[in-house]
């Protein structure tokens, strides 16, 4: 596996897994019909000091771009607040569910902790970790993130209802 700053030309094969997990409404805040156009920007659109990165499996299928490997999840890195608040990096994380178990997501974790660290963030904040996504969670714990705080019945689960969302910090 290759972790590497996110393309434009990635779009397509992000789109191909966010667009579902997205629609699914279990794990962003995000409205199921975000339009693409939104989440493009979002996730690949980025200007220092917020960058993207892509998780890509080296599998031999060749890419739009003719460069090998598939496109299996990304990240990206943003200040959390503006001015006096902008040392303390923000990201979010998605991972192709056909590769969830193999380590995709914690390789993420580890390459946005340490470009954040490179960019100059001191820290790194989650304000929404969805407390139903016990492996996001799970995940954070052991990459030394700390929950400062569960807020109760701050996400509207399609299935769960409301439920509480993770506050989550560790410094770089």
Do not use: C
């Not at 490997?69 to 569910?97: K, S």
């Not at 052991?142 to 439920?163: N, Q």
Request: hydrophobic share 45%; charged share 25%; glycine share 10%.
């Amino acid at each position: 596996m290759q972790i590497r700053d996110a393309r434009p030309e990635d779009w397509p094969a992000v789109w191909a897994f966010a667009a579902p997990i997205v629609a699914s409404g279990e794990h962003f805040v995000w409205e199921p019909d975000t339009t693409e156009d939104r989440l493009r920007a979002y996730w690949i659109e980025k200007t220092a000091p917020a960058s993207a990165l892509v998780a890509v499996l080296e599998d031999g299928e060749e890419r739009e771009g003719g460069s090998g490997g598939r496109v299996v999840g990304i990240a990206e890195i943003h200040p959390n607040q503006p001015g006096r608040g902008a040392h303390i990096a923000n990201a979010g994380f998605m991972v192709d569910p056909s590769v969830r178990g193999k380590g995709i997501g914690r390789a993420l974790g580890d390459a946005a902790l340490a470009r954040a660290k490179a960019d100059g963030f001191t820290a790194m904040q989650f304000n929404a970790v969805v407390a139903t996504n016990t492996r996001a969670v799970d995940l954070w714990h052991s990459l030394g993130f700390r929950t400062l705080a569960v807020l109760p019945e701050t996400f509207r689960h399609p299935v769960e209802g409301l439920v509480g969302m993770h506050l989550m910090f560790r410094e770089l």
